[in-house]
């Protein structure tokens, strides 16, 4: 079959790959009678012969002429092209970028019973293959397509609760067309049914290209907020006791809750947990609960074993490209399996393309980590026994939040018998959460004398 091409704008497009609508509505210029014989064509791969004549004359007529269309009495505006999509990111946030030939006007609805997002777009051929938009991440089905004449639509069925954080249209840069970006994070059932219940169907009157949903309310009080994270949880139990058997995501939950409700005893410090009971979130949640609910700090405990069955003590992680050694580099590796260990995805980039603002701001907070990690170990210092160089770094994924200074905090080893008998002590539970108080208060008043 001879490849054929049609030019709509600027883009040429082989026949073959132009979506049904498109050939059946021929959206190519061509009014009166040929119109309507091309309304007739069916084509999808076998071009009939009549239909084939009718597309070589339509491609004929608008390779010669601008691509504009003849707007009859009774025929639509020329619809958008949706002539590209992209979609990435993992169980927690979830870009979509979608390409039009111009810039669409929208609007965003929600559906519960299944969590649903829908995108109300002006008529719309949509012109990239099926497989540039197929569901992934927080979505488990996308499905798009016309609704009448005037209008299309985009139906994404979520995963869990959500919300779209961003939605808006921006030029491309070389100014050919216009992206629709969407953002999705994860969200929790409430938050889900107020947005469902607080939206209004109305049409969307705004030509305004940029929606008009808000960006996350900033906490009002002025506290300093902490997230504190039981590592593993739900089906990752993380390492076994030695002697006892104890699992780590329970040994990390009751240090997590002991934690919080210590820091949550002072004033101008408010805690909260990423997991409060024996669930499995993935690494990639664990982040993003703590960037949603504005955390100033990230604190991610643990309790793991080595094969060093001597080894003792406690350690504080700060992320890292580069591992500082071989122990850290393969324990990052192993935390870093746990959303395999639930059956997840493999880990995919983070949706935030690498620019140069970005960099700043996570070299700025890898500064603080390492300063959040100086205050802890400090605050042991003759109270805690800790392994020889106690500060550590390597790459671990539930430390990447570009903008939450964070640890991960080995409270000591569960592969070593009397490490395992203190992590199962209520008294040094308690010790150790005042002393990580002390250590966050430590860090926040030096953070407020530098201004920050
Ligand atoms: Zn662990």
Request: with cysteine.
């Amino acid at each position: 079959m001879p490849i054929l091409t049609v030019r709509m704008g600027a883009v040429l497009w082989p026949l073959s790959r132009l979506p049904r609508r498109i050939h059946h509505r021929c959206y190519l210029g061509c009014g009166g009678r040929l119109f309507k014989r091309m309304r007739r064509a069916t084509v999808v791969s076998g071009l009939r012969k009549n239909n084939f004549l009718g597309c070589v004359i339509a491609a004929a007529i608008t390779t010669m002429a601008p691509a504009v269309v003849h707007a009859t009495d009774t025929a639509p505006a020329e619809p958008l092209l949706a002539y590209g999509a992209r979609i990435v990111g993992d169980d927690a946030r979830t870009r979509i970028v979608i390409d039009f030939d111009r810039a669409p006007t929208f609007s965003i609805h929600y559906i519960a019973n299944p969590e649903r997002v829908v995108v109300d777009l002006p008529a719309t051929a949509f012109g990239f293959p099926a497989k540039d938009l197929e569901a992934r991440g927080l979505f488990k089905d996308i499905r798009y397509g016309k609704m009448d004449e005037d209008s299309a639509r985009i139906v994404l069925t979520a995963t869990k609760p959500l919300k779209i954080g961003l939605a808006k249209v921006q030029a491309d840069e070389g100014g050919k067309g216009q992206r629709l970006v969407l953002e999705a994070e994860i969200s929790d059932k409430e938050k889900f049914d107020e947005l469902v219940k607080a939206q209004s169907w109305a049409e969307p009157a705004a030509p305004d290209v940029t929606s008009a949903i808000p960006s996350p309310a900033q906490p009002g009080s002025g506290d300093f907020i902490v997230a504190v994270d039981a590592g593993h949880g739900g089906i990752d139990t993380g390492a076994i006791g030695i002697d006892t058997k104890t699992q780590e995501k329970d040994v990390t939950l009751a240090f997590a809750r002991a934690l919080a409700d210590r820091l949550n005893r002072e004033p101008g410090i408010k805690a909260f947990l990423t997991r409060k009971d024996d669930s499995f979130l993935s690494l990639s949640e664990r982040v993003e609960i703590a960037r949603q609910n504005h955390a100033g700090l990230f604190v991610s405990m643990h309790a793991d074993t080595l094969k060093q069955k001597d080894i003792r003590g406690a350690t504080v992680y700060t992320i890292s490209d580069k591992a500082s050694d071989k122990l850290a580099a393969d324990l990052a590796e192993r935390e870093n399996l746990s959303d395999q260990i639930a059956g997840k995805a493999a880990a995919t980039e983070p949706p935030e393309v690498a620019d140069i603002l970005l960099d700043l701001t996570r070299r700025e907070t890898q500064a603080f980590s390492i300063s959040l990690a100086e205050s802890v170990l400090a605050s042991f210092k003759d109270q805690v026994g800790t392994i020889n160089n106690p500060h550590r770094h390597a790459g671990f994924r539930v430390l990447q939040a570009p903008d939450v200074p964070s640890i991960l905090l080995e409270l000591g080893f569960l592969s070593n018998k009397d490490d395992e008998k203190l992590l199962l002590d209520d008294e040094w539970r308690g010790k150790m959460a005042d002393l990580l108080t002390e250590a966050v208060k430590h860090y926040h008043s030096s953070m407020v004398a530098n201004g920050g």
